[in-house]
């Protein structure tokens, strides 16, 4: 069914008697009908109206909980207000990338909790931005400023009209607001509805941020729009617990799921070592897989792990979108089973055909079918002169059609560059076309992608240059994804030449840094001789992540691993214990008995991993609140012994 907006499609919801579950824990669940959601919405707009927000003025959504983030959204649409979603993050960059977007809205207002609130006025303080700190006292509302009894003025949208900015994943130091009008979300969610077949008898259940686009837009707008209930599971949740994801579904007979690579072997890595217990998936009709590289050895093992549970191999479902493109650019059709394709990697450079060969050849990759467009969007691949290629040449991808955005918020630069014959949008990926059927095969820049957020090279760079020893030009980040691996791995190579031991201190650093300025944990920290560059001065990622892969490095990583567990050993057998369990869940970096593991340079899952391991040594022991106050392995080990 085709909307005439977001707000005629709320109105249409209505009717029925669905419901939204909000999953904060275990026990912790709320349910909120639609029509309970269209008061509390009404009433919410009543109260941003009352502090001078009107049509048109944008509205950044800034909260911890999904259900009042919800209600904000569509207290938003339902008053013309441009909803701005942000991501909750811990790190100063987080804060900085808020900050950053509201100086670049026309007439930005802040809904958020008094406690961030309280955090974002102390770090502007701090880092003294008083022009900041005055937008906060002035433009901040807080939710608990909604007062009852006033009466809403709502706005019939214009289709053309901006419904709400989505700021995709990438650079903090720049982010680009991706303008999705009412026209862009209502004919793509018909065409999304459509292809994967939902309906008011399905339930979906998603773990996926709400300020992501497969969270807001693929797993609430597309529910909303199928009028069918749904599950929405905060994303901390399922990171502190991500076997609740399976036991939710089979408890709520859930229908429909999402997870890009990275979840589906977080799950895997609790999964393996606790199992599960007694749960029915066999509910399940589909698991869209997106927001990143998919691996398809990945999804075998998932599969394979969760088939004696009734998970059944044509759920999982392979896609490809990006913001630009509303959500989705390609599915396949529902209750298919899944392929892929087996090349030659040295046959993947743009406007050649590629050579399919055997698995077992030694220069094999393989790419998963991501299914063909959705209805209303065009694909075109092409070379680097925008001109179009034949089916199993490598190109960029290029798109267009109703879903594709209008451009880029207030940034004309970027909205320049974005768009090839003034009509196909450049998406930035390449890959192939064989028969109706996309294969995306790498990106055309840099962009490294971790847990389905993108990341630019040179804001993790200027990170590490932070450190007095490097300067720009001398530090390198890329990923690469081995052929044998499941997942992205991010490197770090800095220019250094002198010996490793002393390195082992350096690489700590850089991982810690990076680690508290952007979330991110570093797999590998390699020191080289040269930093290769072309002729006009650009650094060549592609040509170290390329020595990488050929393994040039692996001795130099397998030595600094061995000097690094040599640093870290310790005479008292359970601290020591405790510490092998630390380097089974964080690879390369180095844990030392005393370190606060807050510092050290890992990721919250990698936290929580560990938690885990020590929890299912030791059960009832340790707590992973327990960490937030001994957050060092000796303190840990005196918590067993008491």
Known sequence: MLYASLTDMLQQVLQTDRHIRFIDGDKDESVLSYARLWDEANGLLAALQSHGIGAGDELVIYTRSNQRFVIAFWAAILGGIVPVPVAVGISDEHRLKLFRILRQLRSGSLYTESGLLGRLKRFAATEGMAAEGRLLDERAVLDADVRAG?????????????????????????????????????THLRALCERVLWDTDDYSLSWMPLTHDMGLIGYHLTAVASQMSHAIMDTSVFVRRPLLWMLKASEYRATQLCSPNFGLKHFLKVFER??????????????????EPISWELCEQFLQALAPFGLKRTVMCPVYGLAEATLGVTLPYPGTEYSRVIVDRHSLRIGEPCRETMEDDPDAVSFVNVGYPVRDTELRITDDDDRELPARHVGNIQIRGDSVTTGIYNNPEVQAQLFADGQWLRTGDCGMMIGDDLFVTGRSKDIIIVNGQNYYPHDIESVVCDLDEFDLGKVVVTSIRRPSASVEEIIVFLLYRQDLESFVEIAQQVRSVVASNTGLEVDHVIPVGRIPKTTSGKVQRAQLAKEYANGDFDEVVATLRQLGQAEAQDGDPLVQELLDICREQAGEVVIGPDDNLFEVGVSSITLTEISIAVDTRFPGKVDINDLFEHPTIREIADIIRQ
């Open 274 to 291: 606790r199992g599960i217990g007694n749960i029915d998936l066999s509910s399940v009709k589909q698991l869209l897989n997106g927001a």
């Open 150 to 186: 006033l009466e809403p003025k709502r706005v019939v949208p214009e289709r053309d009209n901006i419904a709400f900015i989505q700021y995709s994943s990438g650079s903090t130091s720049d982010p680009k607001g991706v303008c999705l009008t009412h026209h862009n979300l209502t």
